[in-house]
């Protein structure tokens, strides 16, 4: 039976379920493209992919943090109770499930980190170090930067209530950058603590808790509208905007020394704060590190110490990542406090990044390997063997298995296949227990024993 | 303001758009248990499964397979036209997205993979070599190795269209288990080819077309139901079964040498299964492999071709994971003919596997590790400036950040997490610049210079 007679079969047996379907697909072909806001990732695009999340992975690895992973799906629950509001009206991938529950495609990480550190709270030694590469999505129109899938490092510290951990992970988040040679000054980092923030609207301004949210969320969009239009919501925010806005003002533009002219300022968070500073000097990294009071970042979900890396590339200045500590993770699992804190970087903003500042190498794959054209049919089994040899010893070895194309063609294949080397075996070398290496690049080429091949291949 | 506070006016924000879901789950603790049919990864399960990937990636990218990945949700009519009935109207994790768009949670990865290689076929240079290792759902009652969520190593190789291509994925599916260390008795490979089956059916049996695909379902089932079933199921579809039944019976116990005496029987796939022995046997690999007419895999989608690798452990006897050539992957996208060979490996299943032959080593992470106790707060600053230069070396280095607990729990810290060494750094130690670095298995203790210990622990 050919393959026509298997289709027709095929049909005919489901003829009964869905037909029409079925016959209008088989003779209307389907689009190839992805569905809408999503990337194919073919071997190239994953060959960086796969280094720049080796790099990262790296650096998380070497202050002892353990990578995790959780399900896809999480019952909506959990980011009704977690998530932003937007994000679970708007931007949420929920549906119901076979079984009738009511479930979401994670659109961040955090709600299952939390419950996975729940679950295990009591048992897992202190500090628990996690980070987690996850893809996530989110229904959003998509643009530069805006996916709907995309993948976000997460990195999150547990169980050390002092400001110690303010400092690894503020490290940590620099050395992500250095590790892919990012200079110092194509960076900077902006950090505050929430509380300088609460303690200047509530002590300060003594302003009521219903303005607090409000005001808030006008400071972090100041930069993005007009002094007018800022002017005008800060009149119907504060009580006595004449008099305060000068306060307003004052304060954003604080650095930790002259904010403790301001009365009222929660003083240990001042202190927390140039704790920090010290301890980043003496690890060589204070030189990008700035207080910035008016830096804001999830005003609901911080509890303290916030940060927010930008890039300071005239062209690309734009907010990296950035994130900080939060006093009631598991809260919502378990009466037990545990104290976090983490932070989010994303695939799309960190290649952006990596881009505009050149640090994409040009060669990102392995280099330890080679091409075998076939050069004749009848030394397939030759070429087989020695494959099969290579390999073994370590090196990378993809072989032609038909004569076919020509010889000229098979090279240009390697080529456009980036391959660097290509490993000739003619009948001459199989009789003489050779093969011929050729460098693709300087168009060098000499002959060497089979046993030998390998080790010239990885010592180049 | 408080954390208290903060809820309330975060609470007090959102009060018109669902007060009572919001409350109801401030007040009641949310369950920790994941999506049912799922896995948390905590960082000793997400090892375990880093270890299971990098093994399949070695061996995948030594042969020159590049990795790829697609998108996790894709349209529905890419699903009902390539998917198994079943899994589309049973299995399928499907929703309408909030534009409209029906789509589905990849049950497997063909679909996305013909898609892809439908929308560059003219320009990938062949073979096309591809693998990946995407999580795939499926709504199943879950069991023993049957998860709604999972993991499957995906290998396919586009436009070889003789049997050298078969040599090949054949030698690779055996060289996976093999890198795992896995005993050439632990595993058996049956192979045959789809023509062998047809030709039997339409030339021996002289079989209607709409009996082909009933009897192929019926001799896939033939063990797991008994015999006077399977003969009752016979007799409804052989049109003359007293005659035909010992034909089928003697077909069904054929070795290679034996099946020529069969008339009727595609004497092409015949040599071609010859020359794929042959080859094979040349290369080392043929002693677990053997012709089986039986198997059936997938009838309607392979149309060369066929493998299957079972367990041969009397406990965990199952098959384990198989693939074959299909002819016509594109074909639902373009009027391009691209053949291709193929094969899936389940994490589940291949877990199964090397646990049941004790192939899954103690030791999975990194051995370059140590842990940093902190003996007392004032230093704080010298153990991070160690723990900097260490891992500036390439040492992965945990550093405890307050000096609490007592040392001795913080030496249980490290042993429970997992570490062997534990670098001591005490006001000795950083007077002298130096470091006491402790293995925890021999209880031994030397006193190293700071400049050189990484290179004593990269060394041991």
Chains 1, 2 share one sequence.
Request: hydrophobic letters at 40%.
């Amino acid at each position: 039976m050919g393959l026509q007679a298997a289709m027709q079969s095929h049909l005919a047996l489901h003829f009964c379920f869905i037909p029409m379907e079925r016959i209008s697909l088989a003779s209307k072909k389907l689009p190839t493209a992805n569905y809408k806001g999503t990337r194919d990732f073919y071997p190239e695009d994953m060959q960086f992919r796969n280094w720049m999340f080796s790099k990262m992975e790296t650096v998380a690895e070497s202050y002892g943090y353990g990578k995790y992973d959780s399900p896809l799906l999480e019952s909506i629950d959990l980011y009704r109770a977690k998530t932003g509001e937007e994000i679970v009206q708007k931007q949420l991938y929920d549906f119901i499930d076979k079984g009738e529950r009511h479930v979401a495609i994670r659109p961040e990480m955090t709600p299952s980190l939390a419950r996975m550190v729940a679950a295990r709270s009591r048992e897992l030694p202190k500090p628990i170090r996690w980070y987690s590469i996850p893809n996530l999505w989110r229904y959003e129109a998509p643009g530069k930067g805006r996916l709907r899938e995309h993948w976000q490092l997460n990195v999150d510290i547990f169980g050390v209530n002092t400001y110690r951990a303010e400092v690894e992970i503020l490290q940590m988040a620099c050395d992500i950058l250095f590790a892919f040679g990012a200079p110092a000054e194509s960076f900077a980092v902006k950090v505050s603590d929430r509380r300088v923030l609460n303690s200047f609207f509530s002590n300060t301004l003594q302003l009521a808790e219903d303005k607090a949210q409000p005001l808030a969320k006008l400071l972090d969009k100041r930069n993005k509208i007009s002094s007018e239009e800022f002017e005008k919501e800060l009149q119907g925010i504060l009580p006595d905007c004449e008099k305060q806005k000068p306060v307003v003002m004052q304060y954003l533009d604080c650095s930790l020394e002259t904010i403790v002219q301001i009365p009222g300022i929660d003083e240990k968070a001042i202190a927390d704060l140039q704790f920090l500073f010290t301890e980043l000097k003496s690890l060589g990294v204070e030189a990008q590190v700035d207080f910035d009071p008016s830096i804001i970042r999830g005003f609901d979900y911080y509890t303290g110490f916030i940060f927010e890396i930008f890039d300071t590339d005239p062209e690309n200045r734009r907010s990296l990542y950035g994130g900080g500590r939060y006093d009631n993770l598991i809260g919502l699992f378990s009466n037990d406090q545990l104290s976090g804190i983490g932070f989010g970087l994303g695939d799309v903003t960190l290649e952006n990044f990596l881009r505009t500042h050149g640090l994409v190498p040009e060669q990102l794959g392995k280099t330890h390997k080679v091409f075998m054209p076939l050069l004749a049919e009848e030394n397939f089994a030759a070429s087989m063997q020695l494959a099969k040899k290579l390999r073994e010893r370590g090196v990378i070895c993809e072989t032609m298995l038909e004569g076919k194309p020509k010889l000229g063609k098979q090279f240009a294949i390697a080529e456009k296949k980036g391959y660097r080397y290509l490993a000739i075996l003619g009948e001459d070398e199989i009789q003489k227990n050779t093969v011929t290496l050729k460098d693709l690049v300087s168009g060098e080429q000499s002959e060497y024993k089979q046993d030998e091949v390998a080790e010239i291949i990885l010592g180049k």
